[in-house]
Antibody
Framework: QVQLQESGPGLVKPSGTLSLTCAVSGDSISSGYWWSWVRQPPGKGLEWIGEIYHSGLTNSNPSLKGRVTLSLDKSNNQFSLIVTSVTAADSAVYYC???????????????????WGQGTTVTVSS | EIVLTQSPGTLSLSPGERATLSCRASQSVSSSYLGWYQQKPGQAPRLLIYGASSRATGIPDRFSGSGSGTDFTLTIRRLEPEDFAMYYCQHYGISPRIFTFGPGTKVDV
């Protein structure tokens, strides 16, 4: 059974750097999946932050304007998220998720987030 | 950039009733790249439907998805108490590779 667990500081100062790690158990981050981050501000909807492939290739949400860095730590089977220059708008529950290619009836692949961590709350405040 | 809108914002129903949730895309999208997630309070989202109409592993058959082009629907045939939750549609864009969520529909009792 694959499990993901987020960890990191719950409080970050404005203009500072948010740094989170997602530990993966029951699967290897080198196994061919994409690994993603999604966040949810209090009382609001879901926002995709970005993802990293087992090769190290990354994609991120353009709305975050280059403030996001994603990395892999294969020796510890975990992946990480860094968000720089944070403001109160970055306060949210941060989730990590595994992204799995799912074959559709049309013969294409939909990339679904099929395993999620429980989420970790990050507050940006002085 | 694809923008997803969902309606209604809140759907008030009773157990046993049928729920019909709508997701509209700002431009035509392939149904292969449209999915639905369920989220209960204090929990992570759960993948329900992918490719607009395929149920994810372990999802009961009372959940069904349909649609094409710009209009997609999630139907819950007979609401069970555990189905009262938030539902988000999601589009997976292949070029560039980007995931977009709709604002969500809350199904409450």
């Amino acid at each position: 059974q694959v499990q993901l667990q987020e960890s990191g500081p719950g409080l970050v100062k404005p203009s500072g750097t948010l740094s989170l790690t997602c530990a993966v158990s029951g699967d290897s981050i080198s196994s061919g999946y994409w690994w993603s981050w999604v966040r949810q501000p209090p009382g609001k909807g879901l926002e995709w932050i970005g993802e990293i492939y087992h090769s190290g290739l990354t994609n991120s949400n353009p709305s975050l304007k280059g403030r996001v860095t994603l990395s892999l730590d294969k020796s510890n089977n975990q992946f990480s998220l860094i968000v720089t220059s944070v403001t109160a708008a970055d306060s949210a529950v941060y989730y990590c998720a595994r992204v799995t290619p799912l074959l559709t009836s049309a013969g294409n692949y939909y990339y679904g987030m099929d395993v999620w961590g429980q989420g970790t709350t990050v507050t940006v405040s002085s | 950039e694809i923008v997803l809108t969902q309606s209604p914002g809140t759907l008030s129903l009773s157990p046993g009733e049928r729920a019909t949730l709508s997701c509209r895309a700002s431009q035509s999208v392939s149904s292969s790249y449209l999915g639905w997630y369920q989220q209960k309070p204090g929990q992570a989202p759960r993948l329900l439907i992918y490719g607009a109409s395929s149920r994810a592993t372990g999802i009961p058959d009372r959940f069904s998805g349909s649609g094409s082009g710009t209009d997609f629907t999630l139907t819950i045939r007979r609401l069970e108490p555990e189905d009262f939750a938030m539902y988000y549609c999601q589009h997976y864009g292949i070029s560039p590779r980007i995931f977009t969520f709709g604002p969500g529909t809350k199904v409450d009792v």
